[in-house]
T-cell receptor, first 116, second 114 residues
């Protein structure tokens, strides 16, 4: 059972407009959330994150919103640029009892295409 | 700058072969991870290690084993490759505890098992 879900496999937006990528989770033990971006034939790169004690985090054109009661987070990209075209993965962290490695649980990803 | 490197970008093997995927990181990170990425399934954790010689099973460890003899190197082993192990394999590393919220990924190895 997927604990982190990205229900939209793809999204197309016009250059300059807003892109909104959504993510839902089921595990209330998650305490930190991240978004990664992945280009073809490259590893994922970290984009932006948010702690569960916050509801918004902004970094330039990227803003992540967290709604804990709805177990929902979203990534807003404004304005969208063609170079933003990539697969975006939502990920959540929990702290298992064994060891000190905080594990990431990933969603299935959303392919964003920004049209010029 | 954190650098995670993987020994091969593309690999083609035959069913039943033993396959080694190597990962090296240069940032002295305690934690290292192996994932596979499949369409529609995202990244799934196979194994991770939080110290030399320590390993923990992830969500899908069946058919895989790992080795961590040195801090900077984490190997994924397919003892007898099968076609359903055709996938993109990604290695990652991180610091321990809260400092390790962000994982740094290598470029990936696309493995095809014929």
């Amino acid at each position: 059972d997927q604990q982190v879900k990205q229900n939209s496999p793809s999204l197309s937006v016009q250059e300059g407009r807003i892109s909104i990528l959504n993510c839902d989770y089921t595990n209330s033990m998650f305490d930190y959330f991240l978004w990664y971006k992945k280009y073809p034939a490259e590893g994922p790169t970290f984009l932006i994150s948010i702690s569960s004690i916050k509801d918004k985090n902004e970094d330039g054109r990227f803003t992540v919103f967290l709604n804990k009661s709805a177990k929902h987070l979203s990534l807003h990209i404004v304005p969208s640029q063609p170079g933003d075209s990539a697969v975006y993965f939502c990920a959540a962290i929990w702290n298992p009892s064994s060891g000190s490695a905080r594990q990431l649980t990933f969603g299935s990803g959303t392919q964003l295409t920004v049209l010029p | 700058d954190v650098k995670v490197t993987q020994s091969s970008r593309y690999l083609v093997k035959r069913t039943g072969e033993k396959v080694f995927l190597e990962c090296v990181q240069d940032m002295d990170h305690e934690n290292m991870f192996w994932y596979r990425q499949d369409p529609g399934l995202g990244l799934r954790l196979i194994y991770f290690s939080y110290d030399v010689k320590m390993k923990e099973k992830g969500d899908i460890p069946e058919g895989y084993s790992v080795s961590r003899e040195k801090k900077e190197r984490f190997s994924l082993i397919l003892e007898s490759a099968s076609t359903n192990q055709t996938s993109m394999y990604l290695c990652a590393s991180s610091l321990p505890g809260q400092a390790g919220n962000e994982q740094f990924f290598g470029p990936g190895t696309r493995l095809t098992v014929l």
